[in-house]
């Protein structure tokens, strides 16, 4: 009987069962009759004042300095309706706004071309491990941006807020600092340490063995498993194979991938996988806005964000608080062909310093993607997000489509550059990096494609 972590599959499922069961009882003695979550944002360290104040409970502290904490709160369960406007209007109060869930979002096939992409799966599953190894590190989109040497983006760490990774992929060893758990982290900011995959709650125990596996059956046909809206795996077929009907969580291994190429981007850098969303793709958006403080308090000096979401006060001052750090941000723009302005991407107000990314093709740069999103306030660069070979877990690789992984790449030549010119102003990376490539021809609107040679020279 396959066992894993000690226990075998009938006793695992049996904790799993007792566990949630406790955990329900627990939820039903204390939470579950409090009112809704609610994001405070306070003068000083006035958090529990203010709880105390208008008899609010104090679920979790995420940030505090001599100038401003933010917790998460909650409001009796028979509140009156104005309390929320009156504990707003409070001077010591900057911000107070309910916290809220981000769904996953609903799979949407993009426009490529999958006969292509297919034969690349083929040609993959068809190499040994090695081989595989070497198609990740020779694929056209590193040479596209500018070759990666063993030593770009050493000394900088880069924070990834996305799923949870898995910590034993070869092509993440010793790139991985330790980095915290975000995802209901009940009292304290984040759980310090490096979550894994394997410890999701969403992913099936069964879908990880599979995973877990180093031997498969190997089959011809190449699966597509779809992710993050439209952001598009295509596994090697061994891999799928065992997975033939086996539902993935929409979001399984996004993390992996995100890190991988970052690490492929600049071989020298570290790297902190920050959870903040289930492997399902959900998240709540004080775990994202706590994962944001946690990684600026935590010496990152790049923050990758492969996720959108509408606009929130609440984001938006991460945001602010990450750029007064020094810190640089990357984030990807929807996976929808369209100009709208979505968030963190478009974040580039007073005090902000955000490159919004959107995808080009990976062999010439010059064409946006068809399922990229496109134009100002949302994309400030492009880079190759078509077919890029990328870790998955369990020692595999896939395919990956989406403008979550052309952010990846810009985050690991933003490393590059901080490596290269620490102590330079967040404004003048940024130029550097957002007026580096060949404009690209489609949409002709001026905006780049990477290249990080030519990065490093407008640095100069």
């Known amino acids: 009987m396959l066992r894993r972590n000690g226990l075998n599959m009938s006793s695992q499922s049996w904790m799993v069962r007792v ?55 909650s409001m009796p369960a028979n509140a009156d309706p104005s309390l929320a406007s009156t504990v707003a209007a409070d001077p010591n109060v900057l911000r107070f706004s309910a916290d809220r869930v981000l769904p996953a979002k ?22 040994n491990y090695q081989q595989k190894t070497n198609s990740y590190f020779n694929q056209p989109a590193f040479r596209l941006i500018g070759a990666p040497s063993a030593g770009q983006g050493k000394g900088v760490t880069v924070a990834v807020i996305d799923t949870a990774v898995d ?54 046909q190449s699966t597509v498993i779809i992710l993050e809206q439209s952001t598009v795996i295509i596994l090697e077929s061994d891999t799928a194979a065992a997975l033939a009907g ?42 994202i806005v706590a994962a944001i403080y946690y990684a600026v308090n935590n010496g990152a000096n790049v923050i990758n964000m492969s996720f959108s979401a509408q606009s929130d006060p609440t984001l938006s001052d991460a945001i602010t608080a990450a750029t007064a750090a020094g810190v640089l941000c990357v984030a990807s723009t929807d ?40 134009g ?21 690789f896939a395919l990956a489509s989406g403008t979550s992984f052309s952010s990846a790449l810009v985050s690991g030549a933003a490393a590059t550059l901080i490596s ?22 489609n949409p002709a609107d001026g905006t780049h494609s990477l290249n990080v040679k030519t990065a490093l020279k407008n640095l100069q």
């Open 19 to 73: 566990l949630g069961v406790l955990a329900l009882l627990a939820l039903l003695s204390g939470s579950a009759f409090a009112g809704p979550g609610y994001i405070l944002k306070t003068q000083g360290n006035n958090l529990q004042t203010i709880a105390n104040t208008y008899g609010l409970t104090l679920q979790r502290q995420i940030f505090s300095n001599r100038n401003f904490s933010v917790g998460v709160v």
């Open 106 to 127: 609903s799979p949407a096939f993009p426009v490529l071309s999958q006969s292509v992409a297919s034969l690349q799966a083929w040609l993959l599953s068809m190499q």
């Open 167 to 220: 910590l034993a992929h070869p092509l993440l060893a010793g790139k991985l600092v330790a980095g915290a758990d975000c995802v209901g982290s009940a009292g304290s900011p984040c759980a310090a340490g490096t979550p894994s995959i394997w410890n999701d709650p969403t992913l099936d125990q069964s879908t990880v063995i599979i995973l877990e596996q180093s031997t498969v059956i190997i089959l011809e």
């Open 246 to 287: 086996t539902q993935l969580p929409t979001d399984t291994g996004h993390g992996t991938m995100v890190a991988s190429l970052i690490a492929g981007a600049a071989p020298g850098a570290s790297i902190m996988p920050i959870r903040a969303f289930q492997a399902d793709g959900s998240a709540n958006l004080s775990d």
């Open 335 to 374: 996976n929808t062909n369209s100009n709208a302005a979505v968030y963190p991407a478009a974040y580039n107000g007073q005090g902000q310093q955000v490159i919004g990314v959107g995808s080009v093709d990976s062999l010439t740069g010059l064409f946006k993607s068809s399922f990229s999103g496109y």
């Open 376 to 396: 100002q306030p949302s994309v400030d660069l492009y880079a190759p997000g078509e077919n890029l070979v990328a870790a998955f877990p369990g020692n595999h």
């Open 420 to 441: 290269k010119r620490p102590g330079d102003t967040l404004q003048n990376y940024s130029r550097a990096l957002t007026g580096s490539g060949p404009q690209v021809w």
